[in-house]
């Protein structure tokens, strides 16, 4: 694997995460379906996917860790090291760039002190383009993990940057249901 | 005349206060036209889907009840329902709305469906990015389930069928229906070649599978409901229902219009419901169907015959927003998503933002399409950085015209159409862009690429 092994030893899964491997696995005819489905379920867990986890997959869903290797490359939701605290993706594609995304990038790297492609220094944004997310008539938008924001300008910018830090110091980020008719709810 | 919207799919999720639960989508009529198809007989359904005149609306607008007739139900394989709601065709955005505002309405379009065609096991594969999206349908689907709408014994009939939401890894090929089973398969989204690999034969686990947007399904529901004779009213013959058209890009006014199929042209789509051009602004051309969709100029004329015979002579704006009147134009209703682009588009930025789009897509199984996709991204990066040639413009269609029909998905089409259709209306742009770069002069502000 050319990909480099994070510096420190990922911490184990956690027993929750272990837990419903199973049920999920017994969701299909075929066990090799639920490949996707635990990837994801590792990736939420720790937040990348380690060679460990791909033998752990692979045994549960009877493959061999190549193969569960072939789909961690294949998708490009899937990551084999760790990333920022917040993980900002702009949408790069013809509808959100036609208002502005590309401007809005380079106006995201300067607040988040962070370069595309990047990690900020002090770890908290991981900052990257991502392809059309389904949300062309509100763009540019920012998909935050897994949340979606709309009408992102690029004179927003600053602002935008604000409202992220913001999320850094609240306990409860990720944890609270959408409301319905929000921006959140809809991503 | 003015056009006005005729919401179908979303009547109820455009009303105030109308929510995702069960108890919301029962007081709106819900699960009325499930109880109706499993009072029919299985082929009883699919003939009034036939009837219907349905097509497909995931972007190549196959007739759904023909579809479900190529079946293959005499293997004695399990026969399986998959919709495809990986949504990632740029440009659209509708099954989004459904997905996250009226989950039932698509569900039960998904139970009748797998009554119709007997299928006692569903996946909704959802883009991976739709985290919340995918919980809001395991609820929805949890819901159903207690009220005997899906799951076991389905209201009592002694049919079941089980429904599982499936996320995807943020794939565009996985959009494509062979593509998506290897994906629920759990391997690399490789498309499959056809013959052999036609899915109503050889699908999901070799087995009979059949393959229906997500917007289809909510499309199927409303057939039950009118009933196929009725249902076919709706539009025009040949393209019977509702349109949802996700407008995007350079207008005044964005957004999704549910059009009757026919009822409204192109220029009432961006003049009446668009609001027309943002101010001081005038449109210079709309990629209609979605990105892969050949674009379309202001400013040119089409004339030729449609399949009724019908001649027409038509300018972009005159277009009706049907499947056939748009295909006579050369282009295709696709997924309704529609980009405009106005003045202040440098053209050459918005193929080349398109290329990278394809490029960074392409599984990389077929030649023509892995290397050509790469290189048309890059030749046409490279006219946006000054290192372009005049040479060059001629370069991206030979590029494109070895790709397209040469591949085992529909990728490669989605790759070279962008490009054989943009060079030819815009070749006189592009040259003068590659001039002004070598020249030094003043570029246009809008950055897409």
Same mark, same amino acid.
């Given at each position: ?187 | ?231 076919? &009213?709706?539009? /025009? !013959? %040949?393209? $019977?229902? =509702?349109? +949802? ?6 207008? #005044? ?30 449109? &210079?051309?709309? /990629? !209609? %169907?979605? $990105?892969? =969709?050949? +674009? ?6 089409? #004339? ?146």
């Amino acid at each position: 694997m050319h990909e480099t092994s994070p510096s420190a030893p990922a911490r184990a899964l956690t027993p929750e995460t272990l837990a419903k491997a199973p049920a999920i696995v017994g969701l299909y005819p075929q066990k090799r379906s639920a490949t996707m489905p635990l990837l994801h379920l590792v990736q939420e867990d720790r937040g990348y996917i380690t060679q460990e986890d791909m033998t752990w997959v692979a045994e549960l869903v009877g493959v061999t860790p190549m193969q569960v290797l072939e789909v961690v490359t294949f998708y490009p939701m899937y990551r084999q090291s760790p990333i920022g605290r917040r993980h900002v993706r702009v949408c790069r594609t013809l509808s959100c760039a036609l208002r502005g995304s590309y401007a809005l990038m380079s106006e995201l790297e300067k607040s988040l002190n962070c370069a595309r492609g990047e990690t900020s220094p002090d770890g908290n944004f991981t900052l990257g383009f991502v392809e059309c997310v389904a949300d062309c008539g509100c763009g540019p938008v920012v998909h935050v993990d897994g949340s979606m924001h709309e009408n992102v300008k690029p004179e927003d910018a600053a602002a935008f940057t604000q409202k992220l830090k913001a999320t850094l110091t609240d306990p409860t980020y990720g944890q609270k249901t959408p409301v319905p008719g929000t921006p959140e709810w809809n991503g | 005349m003015s056009a006005v919207e005729r919401p179908l799919i979303y009547a109820n999720l455009r009303k105030p206060g109308y929510t995702v639960d069960i108890d919301c989508y029962q007081k709106h009529g819900g699960y009325e036209a499930l109880k109706k198809a499993v009072a029919m007989k299985p082929e009883e359904v699919c003939k009034e889907v036939e009837t219907s005149g349905l097509r497909g609306r995931g972007g190549a607008g196959f007739p759904t009840g023909m579809k479900w007739k190529f079946l293959d139900r005499k293997s004695g394989k399990p026969i399986y329902l998959v919709v495809n709601a990986d949504e990632s065709e740029p440009g659209t955005y509708k099954d989004r709305q459904i997905i996250y505002q009226d989950p039932h309405q698509m569900l039960e379009g998904i139970a009748i469906t797998a009554w119709a065609i007997q299928a006692k096991q569903a996946f909704i594969y959802i883009r991976g990015e739709f985290i919340h999206g995918a919980k809001i349908l395991e609820n929805a689907i949890a819901e159903a389930k207690a009220k005997g709408y899906l799951g076991q014994n389905i209201l009592g009939s002694g049919y079941s069928c089980e429904v599982v939401v499936h996320r995807g890894g943020g794939c565009y090929v996985c959009g494509e229906e062979t593509g998506l089973i290897e994906s629920l398969e759990g391997k690399r989204g490789y498309p499959r070649i056809k013959p052999p690999y036609f899915p109503a034969v050889l699908g999901l686990y070799n087995c009979p599978t059949i393959v229906n947007n997500a917007e289809t399904m909510a499309q199927v529901k409303h057939v039950l409901a009118f009933g196929g004779a009725e249902f076919a &009213k709706i539009g /025009i !013959p %040949g393209d $019977s229902g =509702t349109h +949802i058209w996700c407008v995007s890009g350079l207008v #005044k006014r964005p957004g999704l219009y549910e059009i009757e199929a026919g009822k409204a042209t192109f220029g009432q789509l961006l003049y009446d419901f668009c609001g027309g051009p943002l101010d001081g602004r005038t449109f &210079k051309a709309i /990629i !209609p %169907g979605g $990105s892969s =969709t050949k +674009i379309l100029k202001i400013g040119e004329r089409f #004339k030729g015959k449609l399949p009724n015979g019908q001649e027409f002579d038509w300018a972009v704006e005159d277009i009706p927003l049907d499947s056939n009147s748009i295909a006579a134009c050369g282009t295709g209703l696709g997924t309704g998503g529609t980009i405009v682009l106005d003045d202040s588009v440098e053209m050459i930025q918005a193929l080349s933002n398109l290329n990278a789009f394809y490029a960074h897509e392409t599984c990389g199984q077929c030649t023509p399409c892995r290397e050509g996709s790469l290189w048309l991204s890059r030749v046409s990066k490279r006219i946006t950085t000054g290192g372009g040639q005049e040479s060059d413009v001629p370069l991206l269609l030979d590029i494109a015209n070895q790709v397209a029909g040469r591949t085992i998905c529909a990728h490669g089409e989605a790759v070279a159409w962008p490009v054989q259709s943009a060079v030819p209306k815009f070749k006189d742009e592009y040259v003068e862009s590659i001039r002004k770069r070598v020249k030094g002069e003043d570029l246009p502000k809008l950055k897409l690429i």
